[in-house]
């Protein structure tokens, strides 16, 4: 490794960091993290936190499972890359598809498609979708449906779909025929309504509103987190998604659930659609699936998608892929992270991690006026929303959310800076203790807004 003032000096002279401003990484050089053990992080200055983000909602084994280690080196030994483009494949692969259809059979997910990110995952679904109604007879259902405040990545697909203005506004124009519904987000909502249940059927009257207004016939897909992450970890009533899927079931539209982040346990189940009880057409997925060791992502699809290409003519060919696409070394951190996942049972250790997190910051609430709102209660997921005042509900400036994550870092936990909101999704390895010190160091945070 280079030294310390090479790195400190050269980190923002040639490297642009996303979703961030280039002159700001120059002005404001930022933490170099160079080693990791368990759930904790070292930096640059010798510096040792709890990693309370999990690297980007990712590294749910923590970051010392060894089992994912060498099945990565050993693969990179056996066949470190062949393309599985049509007519080659690899075990590993074939291997790796077996044991994530398996992961999510109860969710009806019957194929899967790698995948080199959660970006890919959401594109393959949005075309998978067109191209499924094509293939069916009805080539004007091209539209797509999403909620505001959703992530679904950066390719133009997934922006387009995505729903905070901040993702989008510097690329446009982004694909057409994107229609956006309101968030099922009970503190701030155009209707003014808190009762979760009851916003959750207003938003289900928009969508009606919006489907007859645009026609049923020029809609594909309806696509959603089952818990918002991005947008500030935003927990949909329980029948939000269950009234989506009748919707979508009554105006022949496929339901796509993006668990880039919700799936493989970070909510306290292996699926996010599970806990409401909903079964998609089609589920994206990225993250957990290889725990962040290495890029890989996949779009899986339901029996009645994968009828519609099997027993299509030609039309039926996938022309979506990528040079990664079950990639070898990929695909054996996918096997070797999903047994370590369920030998370890994390959606259990996820689930009362969880309610530990989440209880801790609501009493953190209680003591600190600027937390506003606490959102979570579903695994490793948890928000606090900041306020300069309580009763109007007035968001913090971004500077303040910088201040608190400072000083929470410097007493020991690195949260996630997302203005107005603080977000953590720490490795779903972590222990009680660690979350203790995480609610620990957040209230040091806190005091120094
Ligand atoms: N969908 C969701 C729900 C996500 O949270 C993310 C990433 N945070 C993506 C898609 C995009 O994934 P990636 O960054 O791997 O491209």
Same mark, same amino acid.
């Given at each position: 490794m280079k030294d310390e003032n090479f790195l400190k000096e050269n980190n923002a002279r040639h490297l642009w960091h996303p979703m961030g401003h280039p002159g700001e990484a120059q002005a404001n050089p930022p933490k170099v993290i160079t080693s990791a053990e368990g759930v904790r992080i070292t930096d640059i200055d010798g510096h040792q936190t709890i990693d309370a983000v999990g690297g980007l909602w990712c590294v749910n084994l923590g970051y010392s499972n060894a089992t994912v280690k060498d099945a990565i080196t050993d693969q990179l030994a056996r066949l470190p890359y062949y393309s599985a483009f049509a007519g080659t494949s690899n075990p590993t692969a074939i291997e790796a598809s077996q044991m994530v259809r398996e992961f999510f059979a109860e969710d009806g997910m019957a194929r899967v498609f790698f995948t080199s990110g959660g970006s890919d995952s959401v594109d393959v679904a949005l075309r998978l979708a067109r191209q499924y109604h094509r293939l069916r007879g009805? =080539? $004007?259902?091209t539209k797509f449906l999403s909620l505001k405040k959703g992530y679904h990545g950066t390719h133009f697909g997934g922006a387009s779909v995505n729903g905070n203005p901040r993702f989008r506004h510097a690329y446009e124009? !982004? !694909? =057409?025929g994107c229609v956006h519904l309101p968030a099922p987000y009970p503190y701030r909502n155009p209707f003014d309504e808190t009762d979760p249940a009851a916003l959750a059927q207003r938003i289900a009257a928009v969508a009606e509103d919006e489907i007859a207004f645009q026609g049923a016939d020029t809609i594909a897909a309806f696509i959603m987190e089952p818990i918002l992450g991005a947008g500030g970890v935003i927990v949909p009533d329980p029948s939000f998604m269950r009234l989506m899927r009748d919707i979508c079931d009554r105006h022949g539209i496929l339901l796509i659930s993006d668990e880039v982040i919700t799936g493989f346990g970070r909510t306290g189940d292996w699926s996010g659609a599970r806990h409401w009880g909903v079964q998609p057409d089609m589920m994206t997925l990225a993250k957990g699936i290889t725990s962040g060791y290495f890029p890989v992502g996949g779009t899986m699809v339901n029996d009645k998608v994968a009828e519609a290409f099997e027993g299509a003519d030609a039309d039926g060919s996938i022309f979506s892929g990528y $040079?990664?696409?079950?990639?070898p070394v990929g695909a054996a951190a996918v096997v070797a992270t999903l047994e370590e996942t369920l030998r370890q049972d994390l959606r259990t250790n996820a689930a009362a991690r969880g309610t530990q997190l989440y209880e801790g910051c609501l009493r953190l609430k209680d003591k600190h006026d600027i937390v506003g709102d606490v959102r979570g209660g579903h695994g490793l997921m948890t928000a606090l929303e900041l306020v300069s005042d309580r009763d109007a509900k007035t968001a913090v400036d971004a500077e303040t959310v910088k201040r608190v994550h400072q000083a929470a870092y410097e007493a020991g936990a690195m949260v996630r800076m997302g203005p107005p909101n603080l977000l953590m999704s720490p490795p779903l390895t972590i222990s009680e203790a660690e979350i203790d010190a995480v609610l620990s160091a957040l209230d040091t945070g806190l005091s120094a807004a």
């Open positions: 009805e =080539p $004007t259902r124009p !982004l !694909l =057409p $040079t990664y696409s079950a990639h």
